[in-house]
């Protein structure tokens, strides 16, 4: 009994079709308009137009009706009201303000790509032909939306309200127990919240096969947005997943990740609740294992004084 997915996201910008345009050139679907999907996951991700970005819809999916039940009582001895209709629970985030929209089922599974060989010291494997990487024509694109990162002043409450209420489990806490990773699938985190200046979207995060996809990836994009790095190319600590992160038309900042640790048997799993800044860099809580060490761009993004009006004059907190 439990969540089992994170399905896709609605993502609210001032251009929708400046940023459809964008991910159609670098890698994703756009068949129905607004929509964004992989080649497998038809729907990741609905662009919505409003005056500021934000993330506009959460939707998850749990295994039983059961589940929405569970859900709705844990929320509502919270004060979040939810309406369950059929096999769906929706619910407005009472701190974000995000719709939250919980289905019974599960996402469509994902193909096995063929592996690709690999040359190491006593391994050669691929011998007699170039690496795939090179034969490519173009880059491999992305598979499915794995994760969405969150900030908040109010970071306590939130963290309670999806762990507590809405059933996210947690894999690891950073910045003195501050920050939470959790996961609602075997993914080490589905979902990240962190303290922040004003409550807003850190980031999306794109699934890609491996590191040469998040190389060739973000080098098309750096192409033709020479200012859109933001933080990349490395490993990180919590979850290992290997990361690239940089910016959309949008001004959100996305991130093109591969290889991150997978979590199937709960029981077993040790968490870090590290007591380190992850300034600290070389212990298990520093952002990267290698690359860039300091998170002083991934975090201090340059509109948050404008997102933080525009919420203020919607009464948001
Ligand atoms: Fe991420």
Known sequence: MALNGLLDIDLAVKNPQELC?????????????????TDERKKQITVVEDDYRHLDALHLSCEFESDLAAIAQRIGEM???SKISGTNLSCVDPIFGHRISIDVGVAPSLQQNPERVFNSPGRNQRVGTRAEA????????????GHVVLATPHFEKATAFYVDGI?????????????TFMRCESDHHN?????????????????V???DAIGKLGMAVLAERPDANVVGIGRHNLGANIFWYLTDPSGNMFEFFSDMDQITDDEAWERDFCKRDWEGADGPAGFSVWGPKEPESFINQPDLFEIAAAREARGLI
């Open 209 to 211: 096969d491996d590191v």
């Open 134 to 145: 090179l034969l490519e024509t173009a880059p491999r694109r992305p598979r499915r939306l």
């Open 21 to 37: 345009d964008f991910w159609s050139r670098n890698g994703l679907n756009s068949s129905t308009a607004g929509v964004l999907g």
């Open 79 to 81: 004060g979040v009201e």
């Open 191 to 207: 979902f990240f919240i962190h303290p922040g200046f004003t409550s807003h979207l850190n980031h999306y995060a794109l699934e």
């Open 167 to 179: 059933g996210f489990r947690v894999s690891d806490q950073v910045l003195n127990g501050i920050a």
